[in-house]
């Protein structure tokens, strides 16, 4: 079935870096657009990063630009999350989501992998 | 950047009446608004696309309307799976997805 699972949460330092992974099985992943999105502890959704179907475009929310970076490798069904100067306020359940349709809505959700950035 | 605003913040219902959610843009996002649904330790659940589209597998209970600015999220006979947290979301300003605040549906 379509599936998209998070791993690589932990427990990390202020200043240190975090690299997310998420595994796509189910659908061809190389021709779907994917989302970051995480969610605070008690609080709302924020989007935080898409990468094209084709790795050749991405775009950052305003938090995390210039220190975070999305990727993907096509061949691995695997999207990814460099995090980098972490900040106590990046503290979150982090999501991946594939995107619906160019821009779109977000129709497949991961369960989510927490990060905790406290020293 | 696209501000979305949910009210109320929380709605208590019995189980078998309607929940009326609204969402609310400061500017016209056109059709492009989802909603979703959360319930505790799960990840978001895709219900409406299109501001009125259902997902795939969505019952029909559900129902989105509105355009421009203002948005409804109607559950027309609530059931027990019904009760969690809803959110709105625009995709009209991309590469800019913004989520309202979040509704709370709760047992009356």
Known sequence: QVQLVESGGGVVQPGKSLRLSCAASGFTFSTFGMHWVRQAPGKGLEWVAIIWYDGTNEYYA????????????????????????????????????????????????GQGTMVTVSS | EIMMTQSPATLSVSPGERATLSCRASQSVSSNLAWYQQKPGQAPRLLIYGASSRATGI?????GSGSGTEFTLTISSLQS?????YYCQQYNNWPSWTFGQGT???IK
């Open chain 1, 62 to 109: 305003d938090s995390v630009k210039g220190r975070f970076t999305i990727s993907r490798d096509n061949s691995k069904n695997t999207l990814y999350l460099q995090m980098n100067s972490l900040r106590a306020e990046d503290t979150a359940v982090y999501y991946c989501a594939r995107d619906r349709f160019y821009g779109d809505a977000f129709d497949i959700w």
């Open chain 2, 81 to 85: 799976e019904d009760f969690a947290v």
């Open chain 2, 104 to 106: 709370k549906v709760e």
């Open chain 2, 59 to 63: 019952p029909a209970r559900f129902s």
